[in-house]
């Protein structure tokens, strides 16, 4: 990872944490790409200039991330293409719908019962809804979170790092059982029962542990290969769909993996300048049927199958994607008719 990139990604995983880390634990979460000094040295100057609070001395130190949510969104603008001509205030805005549009019907779709209107006011007043599940609130947080660093990481290549990361931010409590990572490839076998197309009853055995760092390894080398001048608003559902079935079908996390699949599928999308796709939650059992046809017919990955064994059969979903885009088109172009309004007073 170039070394700004890295530098952002250090200040990434504070922020992500629910709790001060010390040098040694940022350097784990990092798979020590940082030299320990270099990375003290980035801390130092950065409690210096009030960006993060330094707790402790000695081998006791410990860091908390203490940039304001503006300033962490400030990248955002600089890289994402759906936002050029806009005025500042209008992208900060757009930011702020896409990112509750995002990050509500990516939790809504695991079973989160905050609406719309409650993920908006969680996370623009950083208060709670009283009678939700505190849960609820942490998933609502820890996604945008993780979209945040999504933006972060558009311009770098992705890497398994990045992965783990994002993977830290979504899930919601810090993990205890070893046999439950947060931040790291499964490492016990799992699986779902699903209904087939027929009405039959099957169970669905995903990747192995021993496979899935190869398979993730093909995904994340897929994302960092598409060719971003043939993603357009009328395509790019093509490679959202491939990616985004290929991890809920390797399943490479105990949990979470829906959400990492929404992410990582639109960082393509990101990169060519158009807005995320998102799943609408009314959808959610077309959706969860079309993932079972798929995962039914192809049967469990190996390192012999690869990711995507027959790509003839992501159609249907291929298809369902590209009627899920609508929203976030809605959402861009109503920003871009306040801009056209704006300007057209200005002229007179």
């Known amino acids: 990872m170039a070394r700004n990139a890295l530098r952002k990604f250090v200040f990434s995983v504070l922020k992500n944490s629910s709790a001060p880390l010390s040098l040694a ?76 549009l995002w990050t509500h019907t990516s939790t809504a779709l695991e079973g989160n019962t905050l609406t719309l209107g409650d993920t908006h006011f969680i996370l623009q007043e950083g208060l709670t809804i009283s009678g939700k599940p505190l849960k609820d609130h942490q998933e609502v947080i820890g996604h945008a979170r993780a979209i945040e660093l999504l933006y972060l990481c558009l311009r770098e290549p992705l890497t398994e790092a990045i992965v783990f990361a994002l993977h830290q931010a979504v899930q ?36 192995m542990p021993f496979y ?13 290969g598409v060719d971003l001048a043939n993603v357009t608003a009328a395509t790019a559902h093509r490679d959202y769909a491939r990616i985004h079935m290929g991890i809920v079908h390797i399943h490479p996390f105990w949990d979470g993996n829906g959400r ?36 039914i017919a192809i ?22 994607c590209a009627s899920c885009y609508a929203p976030a088109e809605k959402l861009v172009a109503a920003a871009y008719e306040v801009q056209r309004r704006r300007d057209r007073l200005i002229k007179v």
């Open 260 to 295: 990492i699949a929404r992410l990582l599928a639109n960082i393509p999308l990101l990169r060519a300048g158009l807005p995320p796709l998102t799943i609408p939650q009314d959808e959610r059992r077309t959706y969860m049927q079309i993932l079972a046809n798929y995962q």
């Open 25 to 100: 634990e940022i350097s784990h979460r990092i798979n020590g790409e940082a030299p320990p000094r270099t990375l003290r040295r980035w801390l130092s100057d950065s409690a210096i200039k009030g960006a993060i609070e330094r707790i402790g001395t000695g081998r006791a130190t410990r860091y908390r991330y203490l940039v304001r949510a503006e300033d962490a969104a400030r990248p955002a603008s600089e890289s994402l293409g759906f936002l050029n001509g806009l005025d500042n205030d209008l992208k900060t805005e757009l930011l702020a719908q896409l990112r509750d």
């Open 299 to 320: 049967g469990q990955l190996n390192g012999a199958t690869g990711v995507w064994p027959d790509p003839s059969r992501l159609m249907d979903f291929s298809q369902f």
């Open 212 to 224: 899935v760092p190869a398979l993730m390894t093909e995904i994340i080398d897929y994302i960092n």
């Open 172 to 207: 919601t409590e810090q993990a205890t059982d070893t046999q439950n990572p947060n931040g790291a490839w499964k490492v016990e076998p799992n699986g779902t029962y699903m209904i087939g197309p027929d009405g039959s009853q099957f169970f669905i055995e995903y990747a």
